[in-house]
């Protein structure tokens, strides 16, 4: 167990609807990661926060958005959806270092 | 881009047998780690080698760093059914940043 944990696992919704994923990092970790996965993209970084402040941005899509809140848990919202946003979508954490990176066991997103 | 490509793509081995990952990346590096993952499961770091080391052991891996080449391998030894995984590069950049690459995916069989 990582100690990063995601809700939910698994999530089906239909194109054109919005969906929010959240993320609780390992106690103590100030930084979160979000990451899309998918069998032709593979693991794509979307977005860094670090102690609610954005700190990178990556191949994230103007549909989606996420924020860190105060006690440091985070969401990734998804809008407007689409058939080819289906992936499965994690989350990681990181202490203050930052070098090693801690993964939940991710949220699995079907729109059909 | 610093992602990492893996090669091979798919890798099937006997029980007992060593394995072998290789990683590619293209610009320069603060740090080159490896990860692993379970089907559809979350990823799980295994080692991290930083640029100015050239090898680095954790039980049966091992793994090299060449900057010169701008390549890294894995080398899983004796290896056992339940190291069938995907194994991940993922090239570590000064902003804290992981970019990862595909994969390789290592079937041993009993």
């Known amino acids: 167990d990582s100690g990063v944990t995601q809700t939910p696992k698994h999530l089906i919704t239909a194109t054109g609807q919005r969906v929010t994923l959240r993320c609780s990092p390992r106690s103590g970790d100030l930084s979160v990661y979000w990451y899309q996965q998918s069998l032709d993209q593979g693991l794509q970084f979307l977005i860094q926060y670090y102690n609610g402040e954005e700190r990178a941005k990556g191949n994230i899509l103007e549909r989606f958005s996420a924020q860190q809140f105060p006690d440091l848990h985070s969401e990734l919202n998804l809008s407007s959806l689409e058939l080819g946003d289906s992936a499965l979508y994690f989350c990681?954490?990181?202490?203050?270092?930052?070098?090693?990176?801690?993964f939940g066991a991710g949220t699995r997103l079907s729109v059909l | 881009s610093q992602q990492g490509e893996e090669d091979p793509q798919a890798l099937s081995i006997q029980e007992g047998e060593n394995a072998t990952m290789n990683c590619s990346y293209k610009?320069?590096?603060?740090?080159l780690q490896w990860y692993r993952q379970n089907s559809g499961r979350g990823l799980v770091h295994l080692i991290l080698i930083r640029s100015n080391e050239r090898e680095k052991h954790s039980g049966r891996l091992r793994v090299t760093l060449d900057t010169s080449k701008k390549s890294s391998s894995l080398l899983i030894t004796a290896s056992r059914a339940a190291d069938t995984a995907s194994y991940f590069c993922?090239?570590?950049?000064?902003?804290?940043?992981?970019?990862f690459g595909k994969g390789t995916l290592l079937t041993v069989n009993p």
């Open positions: 990681a954490s990181s202490d203050t270092g930052g070098e090693i990176q801690y």
């Open positions: 610009t320069s590096i603060n740090n």
């Open positions: 993922a090239v570590g950049g000064s902003n804290y940043k992981l970019t």
